[in-house]
């Protein structure tokens, strides 16, 4: 018999330690038990794995004895605390959140674009941040046959990204205005029904936000290469669920848009939806809780020499985040990774 593994969902309650629950069992990885933690607060609570229910159990730094796989989405500072105490328990760790995205010897593993990266594991692999994830899917195969030299994208991202209270927001918020009460705003700085966010977690020095600087650190490191620019404006959206991005690319050499269309209709993950005649382009409602990465309106920008327009749109939760991470250990299982350096 194949070798099965102990695997840990650590943030097993949160919205990406949901999906990971289901995600874990819908693709069947090979998993001999499952460990599901949080914190105190959900320390006994029942928690369904496939057709089964697990006890969450509260994370301690005792928790990974045995464990060969932990996939954490608990926060960064828990990631920080927590992603070298199970390392050196001997357990491979999968992390989603940026505590490790940018260090060097940590690598940053998107399956469809840079699997050998992880050859080379120390113990602790990181998951990029959902909005790179689904833009580098794209990119990576256009990059290969023209070199990207600058990415300008505007991200609308939907609140399932902040959370499962953030979901709760948007819709007691719409109740609200429709039925003509103020909204209480507790999540966002703003209302966030009927309204645009351009701000995506916190603004640095420069004027730009956190998220901006992970979508522009982590596309180079994931692409390996230094050279390409990106710029990028992050902005929330009253969607549930499925983030968009209007990409705009200029590459080295000409690449006409039909070529395009071709080497992502080729591409793993991707499906093309691109029918402007029929009306036909990614929409979150249509991605929401599917694996792949849409990618439509595909077009040229004449205003440079050899410029492309895309609109890209995935399942945050899913491709942005747990799917990503359960892809990750997948090909550790069939790269035979699942063991920590001595
Ligand atoms: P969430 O719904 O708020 O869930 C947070 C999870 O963390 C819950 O399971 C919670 O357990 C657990 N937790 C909180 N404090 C803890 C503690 N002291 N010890 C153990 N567990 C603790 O958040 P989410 O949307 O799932 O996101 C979780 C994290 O995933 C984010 O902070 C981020 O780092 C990462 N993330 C990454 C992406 C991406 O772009 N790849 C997208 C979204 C999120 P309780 O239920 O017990 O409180
Ligand atoms: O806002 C989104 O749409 C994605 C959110 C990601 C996120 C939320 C809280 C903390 C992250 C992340 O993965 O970059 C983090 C974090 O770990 O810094």
């Known amino acids: 018999m194949s070798r099965q593994y102990r695997v840990a969902v650590v943030g097993a309650t949160g919205a990406v330690g949901h999906e990971m629950r289901s995600i874990l069992a819908e693709r069947g990885f090979p998993v001999s038990e499952l460990l599901p933690l949080a914190s105190r607060r959900s320390a006994g609570i029942e928690l369904e794995f496939g057709k089964e229910c ?36 001997g357990c491979v760790v999968v992390d989603n959140s940026s505590a490790w995205r940018v260090e060097p010897n940590v690598p940053l593993i998107v399956p469809e674009v840079n699997p050998h990266d992880a050859d080379t ?29 600058r990415v300008v994208v505007s991200t609308y991202q939907a609140v399932s990204g902040t959370g499962a209270k953030a979901v709760t927001e948007l819709i007691r918020q ?46 180079k490191k994931i692409m390996g290469d230094d050279s390409i620019a990106v710029t990028a404006t992050c902005v929330r959206v009253p969607v549930y669920n499925g983030h968009s991005e209007s990409v705009n690319l200029e590459f ?91």
């Open 252 to 342: 080295e050499r000409d690449l006409s848009p039909e070529r395009a269309r071709d080497l992502l209709s080729a591409a793993r993950g991707i499906v093309v939806s691109d029918d402007p005649d029929s009306l036909i382009y990614p929409m979150p409602i249509v991605a929401s809780g599917t694996d792949p990465v849409y990618v439509g309106r595909i077009r040229r920008d004449s205003t440079v020499a050899h410029g492309l327009n895309l609109w890209i749109v995935a399942d945050n939760l899913r491709k942005g985040a747990a799917l990503n991470a359960v892809q990750i250990a997948e090909l550790l299982v069939e790269r035979d990774l699942v063991s920590v350096p001595g």
């Open 121 to 149: 594991h120390q113990g602790i692999i990181a998951n990029p941040n959902c909005s790179t994830i689904q833009m580098v899917v794209a990119l990576k195969p256009l990059h290969d046959a023209a070199r990207i030299r």
């Open 174 to 219: 719409s109740d609200e205005i429709l039925e003509g009460t103020p909204p209480l705003i507790e999540i966002y700085p703003h209302q966030i029904a009927f309204n645009c966010l351009p701000q995506i977690d916190a603004f640095l020095d420069d004027g730009s936000t956190k998220e901006e600087y992970k979508m522009v650190e982590e596309t």
């Open 54 to 89: 697990v006890e969450c159990r509260e994370l301690t730094p005792d928790s990974f004895a045995g464990v060969d796989i932990a996939l954490f989405s608990a926060g960064a500072s828990i990631s920080r605390e927590y992603a070298p105490i199970a390392r050196d328990a």
